[in-house]
């Protein structure tokens, strides 16, 4: 899928976390000011005086439609597919049965284009409610934004040999974890043991992941029916993830400038964006997270992660140096006892290794289960973070 593509998905699946605003007949004589400005901007060609412009004016009046629908085109000529959607669409809800909001409507329809979906076979999940069952397990999850994403995922394992006794969840409870974006007919949460793949409209098959021995169960589910009028409308944090997910930065950064909530956002196993962005995103990003004043650096999962334990394990060095040019901890042990140590070297990101062993990290520090980091590397293989680590004193 197009980066244009995931975008469109994106603000499509968004539109509901949208407010609706009144509309104001007579704007402020500065707003009118504003708006004139960048109408006048758009017109020379000028459109990041336009946008600077007309968002002015709607800092002053949101309801202002001829400011959002100048707005529109602006970022249409930019190319920025997703904030022209943003923008018609706001036409739309704002100036219902009104010529402008036809016209509005039609933009739209062209933008968009066939629907856009994010499967490369041409299935499209049904949004709602899925259930499903297969060989000790049970699988339940919402399908939602037009098949773009699923959340609320739920796949439970148990023993055998006490059924009605659940041994294992996956991934958590109802409207709790972040979305997850369906990509290619297929998806898998954040760091999740469920995988999943669409099969038909309304058909789906898939393996969970459990205790005992980590045995693979598959299952397949069905479209059970709509959403549940209880799910949590999707938030502009959770959009704020998905986005990070898509490594879509254009609606990562819109969502932020429209809803600083998105900094404090975090999911029930209080990962927050930066997590997500220290896992995902460019370094750029992760540096606009991590320069706001309400981020916490050293924001903990309820893993007791870290940022930096997750950008260490993905072996992001370029992260990893970022990151440590803040006051993060460094040798800090998450519940495990694994270092961002630890975790590079498990994973045998040598460079990541290197950035660690050069600010300072203790080279047999930590207490996972007794492993020093360099036990961790031997024991999976790699050989050259094993010499790298006995250079700078480690020991098994």
């Not at 219902?96 to 994010?118: F, H, S, V, Y």
């Not at 469920?194 to 393996?207: C, H, I, L, W, Y």
């Not at 969502?255 to 998105?262: Q, S, V």
Request: charged content about 20%; glycine content about 10%; hydrophobic content about 45%.
């Amino acid at each position: 899928m197009s980066r244009i593509a995931l975008t469109r998905a994106l603000v499509i699946a968004g539109g509901a976390a949208l407010a609706t605003v009144a509309v104001r007949a007579d704007p402020p004589a500065q707003a009118v000011a504003h708006y004139e400005a960048g109408l006048a901007a758009k017109q020379a060609k000028d459109y990041a005086k336009a946008v600077q412009a007309l968002k002015a004016a709607l800092g002053m009046d949101e309801g202002y439609v001829d400011a959002h629908w100048v707005l529109a085109w602006v970022y249409a000529a930019q190319n920025d597919t997703a904030g022209a959607i943003e923008e018609f669409g706001r036409v739309v809800r704002l100036a219902p049965d009104t010529d402008r909001a036809r016209q509005a409507q039609a933009a739209l329809d062209r933008l968009r284009g066939p629907p856009k979906r994010p499967t490369q076979t041409g299935i499209v999940p049904v949004d709602g409610l899925w259930r499903g069952k297969g060989e000790d397990c049970n699988i339940e999850f919402l399908v939602d934004g037009g098949g773009v994403f699923v959340r609320a995922l739920q796949g439970s394992v148990w023993f055998p040999t006490t059924p009605e006794a659940q041994a294992y969840t996956n991934s958590g409870f109802w409207d709790a974890e972040p979305l997850t974006p369906v990509t290619g007919g297929r998806f898998a949460p954040f760091e999740g043991s469920t995988r999943g793949e669409f099969v038909s409209p309304s058909k789906a098959q898939g393996t969970v992941v459990g205790p005992p021995n980590a045995r693979i169960r598959h299952w397949t589910a069905e479209y059970a029916g709509p959403l549940p009028e209880s799910a949590q409308p999707v938030s502009n944090g959770d959009l704020a993830c998905l986005a990070i997910q898509l490594g879509d930065d254009g609606a990562l950064r819109r969502l932020l400038a429209d809803d600083p909530a998105c900094f404090t956002w975090s999911d029930r196993l209080n990962r927050t964006l930066l997590h997500f962005a220290a896992a995902y995103s460019k370094a750029e990003i992760v540096a606009l997270l991590a320069e706001h004043p309400t981020v916490r650096l050293d924001g903990r999962t309820n893993n007791a992660d870290t940022a930096l334990h997750l950008a260490a394990a993905r072996g992001r060095a370029d992260v990893v140096e970022l990151l440590l040019d803040r006051p993060v901890g460094l040798n800090q042990p998450n519940n495990a006892g694994k270092t961002p140590l630890h975790l590079a070297a498990e994973g045998g990101h040598v460079e990541a290794v290197e950035a660690l062993l050069r600010r300072g990290a203790e080279v047999n520090g930590g207490v996972a289960g007794d492993s020093t980091p360099l036990a961790l590397a031997l024991a999976n293989g790699h050989a050259a973070v094993a010499e790298l680590l006995r250079e700078h004193g480690a020991t098994e």
